[in-house]
């Protein structure tokens, strides 16, 4: 659903500027429509106390993917995590899958099949049905186009907009990892540079994503969340859609970011830093979120547990404050615009 | 929704076909899946005595249109028209599209438009919401994948399977027009050779097809129709699609075929069998049906009220039969399976 940075090329950055403004435009709501473009997925009602959710992906070779660093499972699965995590960050329970796949004339079945394994390696443990799809060839490499339909009780549904001045923010699992996992994918070999567990745990988190719906289903069911997104584009990006759906501002606490030591250890490795990795880095698709202060303690010993790793990141302030990143030193500087273009 | 041997390259046929197996195995049914794969929509249950159809299609540049001899709108318009048409071959009612699209390096903000006003237009009437999409970049040329949803009340959706011994074939407007269309575009430039009246009507039934969504519907309500499908691949193929799915047969009477005047001057002037373009056409997006002889004057009445046009094309038969095609001596040979290949 999100159109991230991750997706697009320089060249055609306005273009998705304007199709956002096209989609804004045609996109006028009936009553049935709860929310139409500009949330993780789409909601709209569907009769005995039930919301649908919609969300569709569309991954291009070259652009999304590439042969010479992921499998065609682990394209799939990765192209299925992406949609399951839009559903997650709704709160939703993801219920069926429509697959539209484009082969180039290259293409082998031996591909399909593996392309199919992973998407339904993702999709099996959440008991998504395929229900659909459509094929073509294509004469541009790889296209791989999902649309993934949930659920979630009426008015339940987690949004971008709910975040209140005073709210707590919150994310799940560690960040920047995947970010490092690709980096590590398109590095030329290096000897030594990192251990083969750190290496394999960071291109895992790249290729093999986990969409947190069991702790979106937990963040909606108990009603702790104010605002929840899945992290796409980047902490940095997701946290400023948060703010500006909610029209508030927010300090953000960098020396509470939860990095893994994997990732500590690349960055440590390429002299690089961690917190830029992980402020920047899209596509772990772990759940940013904003809580009232006062479930707190409820949030932080049922989520133990459960053995859901979350982590309070910072606070949710009135808008005039701005997005204040909170550095080592203990100053406040504003959060850089930062996002990162993709690979080609 | 329909794999169409309109989009499939010589080359990558098994692919198709492997798809089609890996669908079905992987496309296991809850309860809550009433149709999976293999309709034109997949139906699946949403409360409060509704089901949900839910259809996606892919087209892309250079196998499903071609700059040369189609605006963006066009394209836009076709797309949608095609997925709307699944929905009428259900009796549904159409809600809501998403939009995955891939924009090329040369892709220009006019063309973006030009697709998104073609696709709107072809939805406004039918009151279809944008609520979703997906932008990304392409490194091969335009690719579009429209995902549609729609509604009918559960247990009244129409399905390929449902035709019986002696129920009459029906098919809505005229078939064949749009392969017509297609070749005209494709044919160089040829002086006098058809009214420019023929050309155009040929040219716009390609181009700007009619999803026979009022038609569907009407068919659904009174229950006259035992089954449905809309005409993607050819009639042929189509006409094959139910009897395989009915475990049933039928005689075609070719001499009823519903041929436009403008096809049947078309087919004249390039000297064609005018039966064989209607045969083998694809993307007509007519509607093929099959109804109860009892309900034969009632259905033919009301259609003349409503201003629908349908033609009796044929009868069903027991499976031993097979398809046969009834021709103009009043002879019956097995109707040849015929489909015809995209222009790449």
């Known amino acids: 659903m999100a159109a991230t940075a991750w997706s697009k090329s320089r060249s055609t950055i306005h273009e998705f500027d304007l199709v956002r403004a096209l989609q804004q435009r045609h996109g006028r709501k009936s009553p049935s429509v709860i929310r139409g473009i500009g949330d993780d997925a789409a909601v709209v009602?569907?009769?005995?106390?039930?919301?649908?959710?919609?969300?569709?992906?569309?991954?291009?070779?070259?652009?999304?993917?590439?042969?010479?660093?992921?499998?065609?499972?682990?394209?799939?699965?990765?192209?299925?995590?992406?949609?399951?995590?839009?559903?997650?960050?709704m709160g939703g329970t993801p219920?069926?899958?429509?697959?539209?796949?484009?082969?180039?004339?290259?293409?082998?079945?031996?591909?399909?099949?593996?392309?199919?394994?992973?998407?339904?390696?993702?999709?099996?443990?959440?008991?998504?049905?395929?229900?659909?799809?459509d094929t073509s060839a294509s004469h541009g490499g790889w296209f791989i186009s999902l649309t993934l339909v949930g659920t979630v009780p009426a008015r339940k549904a987690l949004f971008r907009n709910g975040a209140r001045v005073g709210d707590l923010l919150y994310v799940t699992g560690t960040i920047g990892d995947s970010f490092a996992g690709l980096r590590l994918l398109r590095e030329p070999p290096r000897r030594a540079a990192l251990s083969p567990r750190h290496r394999k745990f960071l291109i895992g988190r790249h290729l093999r994503p986990t969409a947190r719906l069991a702790e979106g289903q937990?963040?909606?069911?108990?009603?702790?969340?104010?605002?929840?997104?899945?992290?796409?584009?980047?902490?940095?990006?997701?946290?400023?859609?948060?703010?500006?759906?909610?029209?508030?501002?927010?300090?953000?606490?960098?020396?509470?970011?939860?990095?893994?030591?994997?990732?500590?250890?690349?960055?440590?490795?390429?002299?690089?830093?961690?917190?830029?990795?992980?402020?920047?880095?899209g596509e772990d698709y772990e759940l940013l979120f904003t809580l009232s202060p006062r479930h707190k303690a409820q949030v932080e010993r049922t989520a133990t547990l459960r053995r859901f790793s979350m982590t309070c990141i910072g606070t949710i302030r009135p808008a005039r404050n701005g997005i204040q990143a909170i550095g080592q030193d203990g100053t406040k500087r504003p959060l850089p615009i930062t996002s990162y273009e993709h690979f080609r």
């Not at 993917?65 to 299925?80: E, H, V, Y």
Request: aromatic share 6%; glycine share 8%.
């Open 45 to 89: 009602t569907s009769g005995a106390g039930r919301w649908s959710l919609l969300t569709t992906d569309l991954l291009a070779e070259g652009v999304h993917f590439d042969l010479r660093t992921a499998t065609m499972s682990d394209i799939g699965f990765r192209a299925a995590a992406a949609n399951l995590s839009d559903i997650a960050a």
């Open 218 to 281: 937990w963040l909606r069911t108990h009603r702790f969340a104010t605002s929840a997104i899945d992290i796409s584009d980047g902490l940095s990006g997701d946290l400023r859609h948060i703010c500006e759906e909610s029209h508030v501002g927010a300090d953000l606490d960098l020396n509470a970011l939860p990095l893994s030591p994997a990732c500590r250890a690349y960055a440590a490795s390429r002299t690089l830093d961690p917190v830029a990795l992980a402020l920047t880095g």
């Open 95 to 133: 219920q069926y899958v429509l697959v539209a796949l484009a082969i180039p004339r290259t293409g082998t079945s031996g591909q399909v099949q593996q392309l199919y394994r992973g998407l339904m390696a993702a999709c099996r443990p959440h008991h998504v049905q395929l229900i659909g799809g």
